[in-house]
Nanobody, 123 residues
Framework: QVQVAESGGGLAQAGGSLRLSCAAS????????MGWYRQAPGKQRELVAI???????NYADSVKGRFTISRDGAKKTVYLQMNSLLPEDTAVYYC?????????????????WGQGTQVTVSS
């Protein structure tokens, strides 16, 4: 079984910083990519940033230059450093992991989600 667990959310003032962490654990064969998504009240979930096993990254335009995604492959962990926070960054942030399972093999990939962590930015 696989678990994906986020940590590090909370309250910050506009212009401040927060760092999110997400660790995947369990019977994982390999991780292809890990990412961060967010969902604000009344809005659809949207991609924030994603990083592949080769450390290629992709960011939403709204966070480019402010957020940085990084990974520690050995720890199966991904981080999201959020700087220059804006009130519109307020949302529940979800971690995703695209991975293969030891029990199934490398031909099949699955996406697992964390439970989410609240980020609130006050003006």
């Amino acid at each position: 079984q696989v678990q994906v667990a986020e940590s590090g959310g909370g309250l910050a003032q506009a212009g401040g910083s927060l760092r999110l962490s997400c660790a995947a654990s369990g019977s994982i064969l390999s991780i292809k990519a890990m990412g961060w998504y967010r969902q604000a009240p009344g809005k659809q979930r949207e991609l924030v940033a994603i990083i592949t096993d080769g450390s290629s990254t992709n960011y939403a335009d709204s966070v480019k230059g402010r957020f940085t995604i990084s990974r520690d492959g050995a720890k199966k962990t991904v981080y999201l450093q959020m700087n220059s926070l804006l009130p519109e960054d307020t949302a529940v942030y979800y971690c995703s992991a695209d991975l293969s399972l030891e029990s199934v093999g490398s031909r099949h990939m699955f996406r697992y989600w964390g439970q989410g962590t609240q980020v609130t930015v006050s003006s």
